[in-house]
Nanobody, 126 residues
Framework: QVQLVESGGGLVQTGGSLRLSCAASGRTVSRSGMGWFRQAPGKEREFVATISAFGVGTYYADSVKGRFTISRTSAANTAYLQMNSLKPEDTAVYYC???????????????????WGQGTQVTVSS
């Protein structure tokens, strides 16, 4: 089993920045991909960004490309999401997830992730 704990959410003004963290415990996830998703009130959960095992590759949703950066520690058990130039439409609960080695499906789909955190609220005021 893998436990994920997100932190770093909060209230920020438009144009501001936040850095989310996701700490994994239980077993190593260095060979697994890690991703961030978000869910706004009344909307479906949507993909934000993903990073492959050992941080070799990254992929972003078009809506955050150029503003958000996903990274992970060299030990690969902690992932980060640096969010800059935040907009009100970025307001959502942000979830960290782990995509196990050998998972099927695209890395931008929630179904390919097996472990999820509880989420952290990000609110961007206009």
């Amino acid at each position: 089993q893998v436990q994920l704990v997100e932190s770093g959410g909060g209230l920020v003004q438009t144009g501001g920045s936040l850095r989310l963290s996701c700490a994994a415990s239980g077993r190593t996830v260095s060979r697994s991909g890690m991703g961030w998703f978000r869910q706004a009130p009344g909307k479906e959960r949507e993909f934000v960004a993903t990073i492959s095992a050992f941080g070799v590759g990254t992929y972003y949703a078009d809506s955050v490309k150029g503003r958000f950066t996903i990274s992970r520690t060299s030990a690969a058990n902690t992932a980060y999401l640096q969010m800059n130039s935040l907009k009100p439409e970025d307001t959502a609960v942000y979830y960290c997830a782990v995509r196990p080695l050998g998972a099927t499906g695209s890395s931008n789909t929630a179904e390919s992730y097996a472990y999820w955190g509880q989420g952290t609220q990000v609110t961007v005021s206009s």
